[in-house]
């Protein structure tokens, strides 16, 4: 927000963490089989505890989806499209006769986009409207470091993935090939935050 130049309000806050976390909690739920092999204490938590975290999640979703609709209708559209597209992720679609989560690095690169999208562009259109280069600037920023860090955790869980069949960019493209695209992606993100400080 202090990027962008706008001022702490409620619903610049409270939509991003809203919908991140429910999209995160609903997804982790249904990668049940890699969370077991990768992160069994995560999977334990997340059983232990389901009986509210699933609940929690979609009051959070619909929250997050009222509270941008009553800011801004554009910001309501966005907000309802990654919704149903973070719902939809795991479903087959009749129309291709595939699920979103068969695409390689799927996960990853809808991850990133969604962060960069509601730390980004959703104040924009909230204060605005519209758009704006600083919007797309801070968005490109979230995107790559996002991306990143996703590179980093499939690098780390690379044997559990090819053990359950998931479609990860370090499994497609190989590790050696995954690093660089880390390091071309910092690069990137190095290149933004150079470029804001000359915009001032």
Same mark, same amino acid.
């Given at each position: 927000? /202090?990027? %962008? !130049?706008? !001022? #702490? *309000?409620f619903t610049l806050l409270a939509v991003p963490p809203l919908y991140l976390f429910a999209v995160h909690v609903l997804n982790n739920? +249904?990668?049940?089989?890699? %969370?077991? &092999?990768?992160? #069994?204490?995560q999977r334990l938590f997340m059983q232990k505890h389901r009986r509210w975290l699933m609940p929690l999640s979609w009051a959070a979703l619909v929250l997050a989806a009222f509270f941008a609709s009553l800011a +801004?209708?554009? *910001? !309501? &559209?966005l907000t309802l499209s990654a919704a149903i597209l973070g719902l939809l992720y795991q479903v087959r679609l009749p129309i291709a006769r595939l699920r979103l989560a068969s695409?390689? !690095? +799927?996960?990853? &690169?809808?991850t990133a986009a969604a962060w960069a999208m509601f730390t980004g562009w959703l #104040? *924009? =259109? &909230?204060v605005y409207g519209a =758009? +704006? /280069? /600083?919007?797309? =600037?801070v968005s490109g920023i979230v995107f790559a470091v996002v991306l990143v860090r996703a590179l980093a955790y499939d690098l780390k869980d690379l044997q559990g993935d /090819?053990?359950?069949g998931k479609e990860t960019l370090p499994i497609y493209l190989g590790a050696k090939a995954s690093r660089a695209l880390g390091a071309l992606l910092l690069t990137a993100a190095t290149g933004l935050g150079l470029w804001g400080l000359a915009e001032g």
């Amino acid at each position: 927000l /202090r990027w %962008q !130049g706008f !001022g #702490p *309000a409620f619903t610049l806050l409270a939509v991003p963490p809203l919908y991140l976390f429910a999209v995160h909690v609903l997804n982790n739920f +249904s990668e049940a089989r890699a %969370q077991e &092999i990768n992160e #069994p204490a995560q999977r334990l938590f997340m059983q232990k505890h389901r009986r509210w975290l699933m609940p929690l999640s979609w009051a959070a979703l619909v929250l997050a989806a009222f509270f941008a609709s009553l800011a +801004s209708p554009w *910001a !309501g &559209i966005l907000t309802l499209s990654a919704a149903i597209l973070g719902l939809l992720y795991q479903v087959r679609l009749p129309i291709a006769r595939l699920r979103l989560a068969s695409i390689p !690095g +799927s996960k990853d &690169i809808f991850t990133a986009a969604a962060w960069a999208m509601f730390t980004g562009w959703l #104040p *924009a =259109l &909230i204060v605005y409207g519209a =758009l +704006s /280069r /600083r919007a797309l =600037l801070v968005s490109g920023i979230v995107f790559a470091v996002v991306l990143v860090r996703a590179l980093a955790y499939d690098l780390k869980d690379l044997q559990g993935d /090819r053990m359950v069949g998931k479609e990860t960019l370090p499994i497609y493209l190989g590790a050696k090939a995954s690093r660089a695209l880390g390091a071309l992606l910092l690069t990137a993100a190095t290149g933004l935050g150079l470029w804001g400080l000359a915009e001032g």
